[in-house]
């Protein structure tokens, strides 16, 4: 079992102290407690006990740039008026993947985004759209052809073998609801989990997460805070995780984007 001192992934942000926390393993779901759907038979998720990390473990992980985009988790404090113009365009941005108005909402607010900050995209970006959800949910991600929550996971827009997950695109997320989400990921990239579960034809992109919380329960699962008016960046092709959400007066909303997506400025300490 591969302990946090040996993360493979690095975590950027200004502050991140305040805003990462570290749960001492993972267990299989179980019947929901929260407003959620049930989840599947083979979901896992982590354990509730977290704690801070020490100075030893920030210092193993923490970076300065996001970078390398393919192994990095950053947060990002967004401008003000943009998100509150995404605010304002949210109840608008709905509609079919393949539309022209949900194509146009997207490019206006990726658009918004570029002018107000440090992001920007090697090549085009894909809207994912927004996306609401229950608040309060201990876990997040459901597989809509189930209607089963599936626990820690790996994305697989990009439709790449266990090899390529490296050069994947990354995710970024933006938090446009009123309370705090979460974003919960094992800190190994993809190579090293496959690399830990040796020779094994049976383990795919589907259910690689699912065999090393079997194998290693007590791996290490970080957890990053991501306020309102914040976002993430992360190569979730490249990292098994979920997300989170605190309870709150209105739907857990979030913004999202798929591209070869940069952050260029640093973080201050």
């Known amino acids: 079992m591969r302990s946090l001192l040996d993360s493979s992934i690095r975590v950027a942000g200004t ?25 599947t038979e083979t979901a896992f998720i982590p354990v509730r006990d977290r704690r801070r990390l ?9 970076s300065l740039w996001h970078w390398p985009s393919s192994s990095c988790v950053s947060i990002l404090r967004l401008d003000e008026d943009a ?21 146009a909402h997207g490019s ?30 201990r876990t997040s991600t459901f597989d809509g052809s189930c209607g089963l929550r599936i626990g820690l996971h790996l994305d697989s827009w990009d439709q790449a073998g266990l090899h390529q997950r490296h050069m994947c695109r990354t995710r970024l997320c933006i938090n446009l ?21 040796g020779a094994d034809p049976q383990v795919h992109s589907a259910n690689i997460g699912q065999r090393f919380c079997e194998r290693f329960p007590g791996s290490p699962v970080l ?25 709150s007066p209105e739907h857990d909303i979030t913004a999202a984007w798929l591209g070869f997506i940069t952050y260029s400025a640093s973080f201050e300490r």
């Open 108 to 137: 206006k607010l990726w658009e918004v985004l570029c002018a107000t900050s440090h992001i920007s995209s090697l090549g085009p970006t894909q809207w994912l759209g927004i996306s609401r959800r229950p608040s309060g949910l």
């Open 15 to 39: 502050d991140i102290r305040d805003c990462l926390w570290l749960h001492p393993g993972v267990e299989r779901a179980c019947e929901p407690t929260d407003s959620g759907e049930p989840y």
């Open 54 to 62: 020490s100075g030893e473990e920030l210092n193993s992980i923490a």
């Open 223 to 247: 957890e990053l805070e991501v306020p309102p008016g914040y976002a993430y960046l992360a190569p979730t092709e490249n990292l098994i995780h979920d997300g989170r959400s605190e309870p």
């Open 177 to 197: 609801g009123l309370r705090t989400r979460g974003l919960f990921f094992l800190p190994f990239d993809i190579r090293t989990i496959t690399e830990t579960l």
């Open 83 to 103: 998100i509150n113009e995404m605010r304002c365009l949210k109840d608008h941005a709905f509609g079919h993947p393949a539309s022209e108005d949900f194509a």
